[in-house]
């Protein structure tokens, strides 16, 4: 049984650098989230996929950060010029989504990566 | 937006039923309730998942009255393997943005 995987699950940055993340889903789940979680905090939404196509994206989400979903498989995170607010677990899940909205799915979360911003 | 409100912990002793209830007023029509539990360094696992009155699966209830201003997880008989987060997850319809909440965190002792 293949679960949600992330890669890498610690990474350790200087503040100024540049990080990718990489998430698969479970095969054949259509929408993929991308979510961050801070120490005693519940995890905060970033962004969303439906198959390759980015359909929202989280208000509180800095320019800094960017997400693709190539092909509507594995999907990438990066954060550019990290900043030591940075650091948290950066949580990714997928769902096999129907025709209503993403609320209604049964969400299956990795392991998380964390970050580390020095 | 709706955002959710939930104890911050809560402590039961092993074989005790545990009811975890979550605040979320500004409900919307199509919004789901769903609950998820979090063990350390890893990501939340889905419970159970409602939209009024009762649902029951193999590990909890769900209770949610008729104002669907609340909800209250129900899980019978903790276990010491119950110890974990909790959260309660309001979603919209379409394609919002989902809320969890800061989570109830459960001690269950020997």
């Known amino acids: 049984d293949t679960g949600v995987s992330q890669d890498p699950r610690h990474k350790i940055t200087k503040r100024g650098q540049n990080v990718t993340f990489r998430c698969d889903p479970i095969?054949?789940?259509?929408?993929l989230y991308w979510y961050r979680q801070t120490l005693g905090q519940g995890p905060e939404f970033l962004t969303y996929f439906q198959n390759e196509a980015q359909l929202e994206k989280s208000r509180l989400l800095s320019d800094r950060f960017s997400a693709e979903r190539p092909k509507g498989s594995f999907s990438t995170l990066e954060i550019q010029r990290t900043e030591q607010g940075d650091s948290a677990m950066y949580l990714c899940?997928?769902?096999?989504?129907?025709?209503?909205?993403?609320?209604?799915?049964?969400?299956?979360f990795g392991p998380g990566t964390r970050l580390t911003v020095l | 937006l709706a955002k959710t409100t939930q104890p911050i912990s809560m402590d039961s002793y092993e074989g005790q039923e545990v009811n975890i209830t979550c605040s979320h007023n500004?409900?919307?029509?199509?919004?789901?309730i769903t609950w998820y539990q979090q063990f350390p360094s890893q990501g939340p696992r889905f419970i159970i998942q409602?939209?009024?009155t009762k649902v029951t699966n193999e590990v909890a209830s769900l209770f949610i009255p008729a104002d669907r201003k609340s909800s209250t997880l129900s899980l019978p008989r903790v276990s010491l393997s119950d110890t974990a987060v909790y959260y309660c997850?309001?979603?919209?319809?379409?394609?919002?943005?989902?809320?969890f909440g800061k989570g109830t965190m459960l001690l269950v002792s020997p």
């Open positions: 409602g939209y009024k």
């Open positions: 500004n409900i919307a029509t199509n919004d789901y």
């Open positions: 095969s054949e789940h259509n929408r």
């Open positions: 997850l309001v979603g919209g319809s379409g394609y919002s943005t989902l809320t």
């Open positions: 899940a997928s769902s096999l989504g129907g025709t209503s909205g993403p609320s209604t799915d049964t969400q299956y």
